[in-house]
């Protein structure tokens, strides 16, 4: 069983930026793929970014290419999303999510490939 929990969220206007941290606990956290999703008000929920167990790929959703970077620091079993140039569109409670592969590399774009979710964290872009 693994915990995770967001910060870093809140309140910003456009054009800002934020980093998002999530902490893993409980089992090892660098043992997992991870994953960023975001969900709006009367939206699903929505891919941002994954990157794998270890670190060495990522990939990010393309409508957010170049705002937003996924990293992990595993000496802290801890995953960033770092989001720049913020819009009012990217209003959301983001939330991050672990998926146990065993395999490095590997990395998960569905939110059924991952087995521990955070509680979320929220987003505010103000105009």
């Known amino acids: 069983q693994v915990q995770l929990v967001e910060s870093g969220g809140g309140l910003v206007q456009a054009g800002g930026s934020l980093r998002l941290s999530c902490t893993a606990s409980?089992?090892?956290?660098?043992?997992?793929?991870m994953g960023w999703f975001r969900q709006a008000p009367e939206k699903g929920r929505q891919f941002v970014a994954a990157?794998?167990?270890?670190?060495?790929?990522?990939y990010h959703v393309d409508s957010l290419k170049g705002r937003f970077t996924i990293s992990r620091d595993n000496a802290k079993s801890t995953v960033y999303l770092q989001m720049n140039s913020l819009k009012p569109e990217d209003t959301a409670v983001y939330y991050c999510?672990?998926?146990?592969?065993?395999?490095?590399?590997?990395?998960?774009?569905?939110?059924?490939?991952?087995?521990?979710w955070g509680q979320g964290t929220q987003v505010t872009v103000s105009s």
């Open positions: 999510a672990a998926n146990p592969s065993p395999t490095d590399g590997s990395i998960y774009t569905l939110s059924k490939s991952y087995d521990y």
């Open positions: 409980g089992r090892t956290g660098s043992n997992y793929a």
């Open positions: 990157i794998s167990r270890g670190g060495g790929n990522t």
